[in-house]
């Protein structure tokens, strides 16, 4: 069954924590996108990465990190640096140049 | 960079009517997509509509390139309609989103 998959669904962390948020796909798409969702907002970029090793910056990268070692795999630090992390995040994939990106069911993100 | 914003941004409707979603984007485009998100936060890929138009049952899409705008149409709507409704285009960077349309649907 291919799909992109983001684990938890839900999580919950202290203020001054790290935590890294999981994107894996069995699409074979060679481009992976993290966004973030703020209530009532559309969805911001925060990194992309055309190609395994290789990643850029988004919109609102500050306070983020990322690393693509495989292919088939995302992940996503939110830092202690990012002064609102409480949000929805969203784990996209796609065919690079082709534009037709296909979504994760998220991570909901609650920092305390 | 690209400006895509949509109207309307909050709609209620009565179960069975149709409704019109406009999309405007300030600048040329490769791609556009519609996107559905259900109330669990999933967002469902609706359309893929860089230009011309499209149906997929009770949905279909009109996007006209050369005057930046996307029309999304809903028939008939049902309570499982319910939602926002995202356009997002991209030219030469990756997807950017409008804010949403909000839609109710009340049986």
């Known amino acids: 069954d291919g799909g992109i998959t983001q684990s938890p669904k839900y999580l919950f962390r202290k203020e001054g924590q790290n935590v890294t948020l999981s994107c894996e796909q069995n699409?074979?798409?060679?481009?992976m996108y993290w966004y973030r969702q703020d209530p009532g907002q559309g969805l911001r970029l925060i990194y992309y990465?055309?190609?395994?090793?290789?990643?850029q910056k988004g919109d609102i990268a500050e306070g983020y990190s990322v690393s693509r070692e495989k292919k088939e795999s995302f992940p996503l630090t939110v830092t202690s640096a990012q002064k609102n992390p409480t949000a929805f995040y969203l784990c996209?994939?796609?065919?690079?140049?082709?534009?037709?990106?296909?979504f994760g069911p998220g991570t909901r993100l609650t920092v305390t | 960079g690209i400006q895509v914003e949509q109207s309307p941004p909050d709609l209620i409707l009565q179960e069975g009517a149709n409704s019109t979603l406009r999309c405007n984007f300030s600048d040329s485009v490769n791609n556009l997509q519609w996107f559905h998100q259900n109330p669990w936060g999933q967002l469902i890929n609706l359309f893929y509509?860089?230009?011309g138009t499209k149906q997929n049952g009770r949905l279909s899409a009109t996007t006209v390139a050369t005057e930046r705008y996307s029309l999304l149409y809903i028939s008939s709507s049902q309570t499982t309609d319910s939602g926002v409704y995202f356009c997002a285009v991209t030219g030469n960077t990756p997807l950017v989103f409008g804010k949403g349309t909000r839609l109710s649907v009340i049986a």
């Open positions: 509509i860089p230009s």
């Open positions: 990465s055309q190609i395994v090793n290789d990643f």
């Open positions: 996209a994939s796609s065919i690079p140049g082709q534009g037709h990106q296909y």
């Open positions: 699409l074979n798409h060679d481009a």
